[in-house]
């Protein structure tokens, strides 16, 4: 199996977000791509935790698939501060308590995902210099309160903002830099430590 999942976001196959998800697995060679735009399940957590939806066979495939990872991007746009309803969906239903994580006796999360380190590739029209006003809460949301809740221990950023009046020639200087980044942890999957059993449970 892939040690590589990538977790395109958008749900639109055209989307720069998706071209970057397609770029970085090309150049990596031996990563999964899990566009969430393709997965057949409902997004919708609609009893909260009070009670359990049974998950899809797309779900249950792509838990399997965040387990065995020892690397995990998930690329995504910035939309009203937060991500697309699809990525919050999936967070939502696959993302579950003594599954993914669960509770210390003191009430703190403990991650139950193996993967040693990943990455959240972040999009968004709004230029760099107004996020100092706005900031970036999709970015905490992701990276702090889901990904490394559920156990991924490092986590790196990469923002590409200004992406509605970026000139081509940077355009694909994000592309050329997610392909970069998918040789680099190639590498890495390659030569670079195991992934760590999850805890037990």
Same mark, same amino acid.
């Given at each position: 199996?892939?040690?590589?999942?990538?977790?395109?976001?958008h749900?639109?196959?055209?989307?720069?977000?998706?071209?970057?998800?397609r770029?970085?697995?090309?150049?990596?060679?031996?990563?999964?791509?899990?566009a969430?735009?393709? =997965?057949?399940?409902d997004?919708?957590l609609?009893?909260?935790?009070?009670?359990?939806m049974?998950l899809?066979?797309?779900?249950?495939?792509?838990?399997?698939?965040?387990?065995?990872?020892?690397?995990?991007?998930?690329?995504a746009p910035?939309w009203?501060?937060?991500v697309?309803?699809?990525?919050? *969906?999936f967070?939502?239903?696959a993302? =579950?308590?003594?599954?993914?994580?669960?509770?210390?006796p003191?009430?703190?999360?403990?991650?139950?995902? *193996?993967?040693?380190?990943?990455?959240?590739?972040?999009?968004?029209?709004?230029?760099?210099?107004?996020?100092p006003?706005?900031?970036?809460?999709?970015?905490?949301?992701?990276?702090?309160?889901?990904?490394?809740?559920?156990?991924?221990?490092?986590?790196r950023t990469?923002?590409?903002l200004?992406?509605k009046?970026?000139?081509?020639?940077?355009i694909?200087?994000?592309?050329?830099?997610?392909?970069?980044?998918?040789?680099?942890?190639?590498?890495?999957?390659?030569?670079?430590?195991?992934?760590?059993?999850?805890?037990?449970?």
């Amino acid at each position: 199996m892939a040690s590589t999942l990538v977790i395109d976001g958008h749900p639109d196959d055209r989307s720069l977000t998706a071209e970057l998800s397609r770029r970085y697995v090309a150049a990596h060679g031996d990563a999964r791509l899990l566009a969430l735009r393709d =997965l057949d399940f409902d997004p919708h957590l609609r009893f909260g935790y009070r009670q359990r939806m049974t998950l899809e066979p797309d779900l249950v495939e792509a838990k399997a698939a965040l387990h065995e990872a020892s690397n995990v991007v998930i690329a995504a746009p910035l939309w009203w501060g937060g991500v697309p309803a699809v990525l919050k *969906g999936f967070f939502d239903r696959a993302l =579950l308590p003594q599954q993914e994580y669960r509770y210390s006796p003191a009430g703190l999360p403990i991650g139950l995902v *193996g993967a040693n380190r990943g990455r959240l590739l972040l999009l968004a029209d709004t230029p760099w210099f107004f996020t100092p006003i706005t900031g970036v809460p999709a970015q905490t949301q992701v990276v702090r309160n889901t990904m490394k809740l559920v156990g991924i221990r490092s986590v790196r950023t990469h923002r590409m903002l200004g992406v509605k009046t970026a000139p081509p020639a940077r355009i694909e200087g994000w592309l050329d830099r997610a392909a970069a980044l998918g040789e680099r942890d190639a590498v890495h999957d390659r030569n670079g430590a195991p992934r760590v059993p999850a805890v037990a449970h």
